[in-house]
């Protein structure tokens, strides 16, 4: 079922409409209503999709989705439609950078972040197929498609683009074509770099992170949200394992992970 808050017709799940109209409801501007509703659907057995701008669905339904969906892990996907600060014409009122350090802390959820339309396309297939709560992030403007149709995709599981000996780039979101501008840039550069897309963020890929902290040059990240996000997640994550203590005591001026590839002129970046 697809559930929806006030969204012109057709602008939500719109292959879906027309194949299960009597499935699709519009809640209109009441966000906490429709986590809630999402909750007591997935209580009656069914699988409940949740349609929202990021922005209303974590900033005004937080409780419930803590409260009502993740602590009694019930089956509600969560589409958090315009995450990020990229989306072009609404300015900082509506650019959510604040949803992976909120998301990430709820027990119980799992949180994936797509690169492009084919990711998107086998993540929401993934996150179907998953029994319990799980959040997934979707971007504006449009961007360019990176993978094949038979690329393989696994929740908590990174992809590999490039590999390079000299340091890394992680990758999540829509920021992974500019990650790829970023590598081509170094490669001529004579800087062979590991690129991973992170497209799950919780489970985060805890050992590809590891197997990628080991470059003498760095690792730096590419992602549009707050500071205290995913590169406090990094941190955090490789500060657990004995098998990350080597990333773990390097000087943390080696092991910073910064926003390092948001030049878009499209928004404004509002990082900490």
Same mark, same amino acid.
């Given at each position: 079922?697809?559930?929806?808050?006030?969204?012109?017709?057709?602008?939500?799940?719109?292959?879906?409409q027309?194949?299960?109209?009597?499935?699709?409801?519009?809640v209109?501007?009441a966000?906490?209503?429709?986590?809630?509703?999402?909750?007591?659907?997935?209580?009656?057995?069914?699988?409940?999709?949740?349609?929202?701008?990021?922005?209303?669905?974590?900033?005004?339904?937080?409780?419930?989705?803590r409260?009502?969906?993740?602590?009694?892990?019930?089956?509600?996907?969560?589409?958090?439609?315009?995450?990020?600060?990229?989306?072009?014409?609404?300015?900082?009122?509506?650019?959510?950078?604040?949803?992976?350090?909120a998301?990430?802390?709820?027990?119980?959820?799992?949180?994936? &972040?797509p !690169?492009?339309?084919? @990711? =998107?396309?086998?993540?929401?297939?993934?996150?179907? +197929?998953?029994?319990?709560?799980? /959040?997934?992030?979707i971007?504006?403007?449009?961007?360019p498609?990176?993978?094949?149709?038979?690329?393989?995709?696994?929740?908590?599981?990174?992809?590999?683009?490039?590999?390079? &000996?000299? !340091?890394?780039?992680? @990758? =999540?979101?829509?920021?992974?074509?500019?990650?790829? +501008?970023?590598?081509?840039m170094? /490669?001529?550069?004579?800087?062979?770099?590991?690129?991973?897309?992170?497209?799950?963020?919780?489970?985060?890929?805890?050992?590809?992170?590891?197997?990628?902290?080991?470059?003498?040059?760095?690792?730096?990240?590419?992602?549009?949200?707050?500071?205290?996000?995913?590169?406090?997640?990094?941190r955090?994550?490789?500060?657990?394992?004995?098998?990350?203590?080597?990333?773990?005591?390097?000087?943390?001026?080696?092991?910073?992970?910064?926003c390092?590839?948001?030049?878009?002129?499209?928004?404004?970046?509002?990082?900490?």
């Amino acid at each position: 079922m697809l559930l929806y808050g006030d969204f012109p017709r057709g602008a939500a799940g719109e292959l879906f409409q027309k194949e299960h109209p009597d499935r699709v409801y519009d809640v209109g501007i009441a966000e906490a209503n429709l986590i809630t509703t999402a909750a007591g659907l997935a209580g009656g057995g069914y699988l409940p999709f949740t349609h929202c701008h990021s922005i209303f669905a974590v900033g005004r339904a937080y409780n419930q989705i803590r409260q009502n969906v993740a602590f009694d892990r019930l089956n509600v996907k969560i589409i958090l439609c315009n995450s990020g600060m990229l989306w072009p014409f609404m300015g900082g009122s509506h650019q959510m950078i604040e949803e992976i350090a909120a998301l990430r802390v709820i027990p119980n959820i799992v949180l994936a &972040s797509p !690169a492009d339309p084919v @990711s =998107t396309k086998k993540a929401t297939r993934a996150i179907a +197929e998953h029994d319990g709560p799980a /959040a997934l992030r979707i971007s504006s403007p449009a961007v360019p498609t990176v993978y094949r149709d038979d690329f393989p995709f696994a929740l908590g599981k990174a992809v590999t683009l490039t590999d390079g &000996s000299d !340091a890394t780039i992680i @990758s =999540t979101g829509m920021m992974l074509s500019d990650a790829l +501008e970023a590598t081509d840039m170094l /490669a001529k550069e004579g800087i062979k770099v590991r690129l991973l897309d992170m497209h799950t963020l919780r489970p985060m890929d805890v050992e590809a992170i590891a197997a990628a902290a080991d470059r003498p040059r760095g690792t730096a990240s590419g992602e549009h949200r707050s500071q205290a996000a995913r590169s406090y997640r990094i941190r955090s994550d490789s500060s657990g394992p004995s098998s990350l203590d080597g990333f773990r005591n390097r000087r943390r001026e080696d092991t910073r992970v910064d926003c390092v590839l948001c030049t878009t002129p499209r928004a404004r970046c509002y990082r900490a």
